[in-house]
């Protein structure tokens, strides 16, 4: 016999103190901290064993095999927002093991079964009371006195639970999943059953997961019940993931055209808003208004070496003639760059838009300047730019400290200073509040609201950081010189006065 830990010390050990070693436990029932070892928690005898497995009755050992040791690299690429494929099937993978194979969820489990079995009882027992009238007056005495009591067998119950688990992973690695990164003083805590069900939800909706994989970094993902979902290894290597945008390895052209084809466009962009967010907030994502030509749909979104545009105009909703039959229904363009390099083009496919994404941009057409898009985790520079944020802006903003921060800066501000009539500036004056910007690492912009006697215009528009929206022209992009001489004036095209 052996003590098999249900939670890995792989796991636990990202809640160790490196200065003692030992992690801050604490017990449920006595409400105690103690100091523990990660070899003496979260273990039972022979856990990995089960004989309803005649053949190999350590069928949950082996599966946890797969998976544990890759589990710290993939945490470690998690926690810089550079999991590859591997990493997040590593991560899924114990995740299935943590959410149904704890002593916690089988106990669970058993009483769930117990209330389905209880429920059956009665009819089962009339049943048989109809079918052999013999036992009438048994059944009803039985039923009336509670003598026929559910006993669900535990260990039928971890079998049925540990034969889902290649579901479970499959099911878990293709939901979108959350990444949340804890920098206060309220550390992630974990447990003898960690993956936990977030409480309060109707049972007609999907069920919300929340994972701690250390003190500062958790997962957190809806299971939409509704969605079809690959159920096998097959079915996974064929099934277009949202995850090929960021062209991993063996990712070719046709590839994307599957999946823009099979998740439309709503998906795909709040994807790609969230993965470019990760790198910088909103620069990286150019949803201005005055940078397009007028389209319903136009933005720009970039992450490191890739760069995602996305389009759609009144005549694409509407379908046209002169692109083939894909034309002729509702669809929409998309444009990827790799290293500069077109990998796929605006004129390379029409791609039909889902019936939901057809009705939103519908309603954007039928009530202009009406909708504000608001996207979790994916604001953009029009968001930024929004009226209740430009005092934000000028009051707060930060001055770059070099000539690399100005290049990267996301806001330009230009101010003019204009003395009220009668009276002059003093350079001195503009000399000392430049000095105290500097000093303090603001704007001088929000030092000029402290002079007196003058009147200050402040022009907010997109800086240099800010990534160059790529509009759906008909020209070739390389072949568009004229763009390539307004490469710098761009930034002028949206402004706003203050």
């Not at 760069?307 to 002729?328: K, V, Y």
């Not at 057409?365 to 953009?380: E, F, I, N, T, Y």
């Not at 009226?387 to 990267?408: F, H, I, N, Q, W």
């Not at 009220?420 to 929000?446: C, F, H, K, M, W």
Request: aromatic share 8%.
């Amino acid at each position: 016999m052996a003590k098999d830990h249900f939670v890995a010390q792989t796991y636990l050990r990202q809640w160790v103190n490196p200065a003692t070693d030992k992690m801050r436990g604490y017990g449920k029932r006595t409400g105690k901290e103690f100091p523990c070892a990660t070899d003496n928690v979260c273990r039972e005898w022979d856990w990995d064993v089960n004989p309803r497995f005649g053949d190999n009755p350590r069928l949950m050992g082996d599966f946890r095999k797969i998976f544990e040791p890759q589990w710290r690299p993939a945490v470690s690429a998690a926690r810089v927002s550079q999991m590859s494929i591997d990493d997040r099937f590593a991560i899924a993978g114990y995740w299935a093991l943590l959410t149904t194979c704890t002593p916690s969820w089988h106990r669970n489990a058993v009483q769930v079964a117990n209330k389905q079995i209880a429920d059956f009882i009665p009819l089962a027992a009339r049943h048989l009371a109809k079918e052999k009238p013999e036992y009438q007056e048994f059944v009803e005495d039985a039923l009336a006195k509670g003598k026929i009591q559910p006993n669900s067998d535990l260990l039928d119950i971890k079998a049925m639970l540990t034969q889902q688990l290649t579901q479970t992973t499959f099911l878990l690695y293709q939901q979108d999943w959350v990444i949340i990164r804890n920098d206060t003083e309220a550390a992630f805590i974990t447990s003898d059953n960690p993956s936990s069900v977030l409480p309060r939800r109707p049972f007609s909706q999907g069920l919300v997961r929340f994972l701690p994989l250390a003190p500062d970094l958790a997962l957190l993902t809806a299971i939409d019940p509704k969605l079809q979902r690959a159920a096998n290894i097959d079915d996974l290597a064929g099934k277009p993931c949202r995850h090929w945008l960021l062209k991993p390895d063996g990712v070719r052209k046709e590839h994307i055209e599957r999946l823009a084809t099979d998740m439309s466009w709503s998906l795909l962009e709040n994807y790609v808003r969230w993965v470019a967010n990760e790198e910088a907030f909103a620069q990286n994502i150019n949803d201005l208004a005055d940078e397009g030509t007028g389209k319903l749909l136009e933005l720009t979104v970039k992450y490191k070496n890739l760069e995602w545009s996305f389009s759609c105009g009144e005549g694409d909703l509407a379908g046209h003639e002169g692109g083939g039959e894909h034309s002729r229904v509702p669809h929409w363009h998309f444009q990827m760059y790799v290293d500069g390099r077109p990998f796929v083009r605006y004129n390379d496919y029409h791609l039909p838009l889902s019936e939901a994404d057809a009705g939103f941009l519908q309603f954007m057409r039928d009530h202009p300047g009406k909708v504000h898009r608001r996207l979790a985790g994916g604001a953009g520079m029009s968001e930024v730019f929004h009226e209740s944020m430009l005092e934000e802006l000028v009051a707060k903003g930060r001055s770059g400290a070099s000539d690399e921060d100005v290049e990267k800066a996301p806001i330009k501000l230009d101010t003019i200073i204009m003395a009220d009539p009668g009276t002059t500036i003093r350079g001195e004056d503009v000399y000392n509040l430049l000095q105290a910007a500097r000093a303090e690492g603001v704007t001088a912009t929000s030092k000029m609201r402290g002079l007196k006697n003058v009147t200050v215009r402040t022009t907010v528009s997109a800086g240099p950081g800010v990534v160059r929206q790529a509009p759906r022209s008909g020209r070739k992009r390389g072949r568009d010189q004229e763009a390539v001489r307004r490469d710098r004036a761009w930034r002028e095209q949206q402004k706003r006065e203050i």
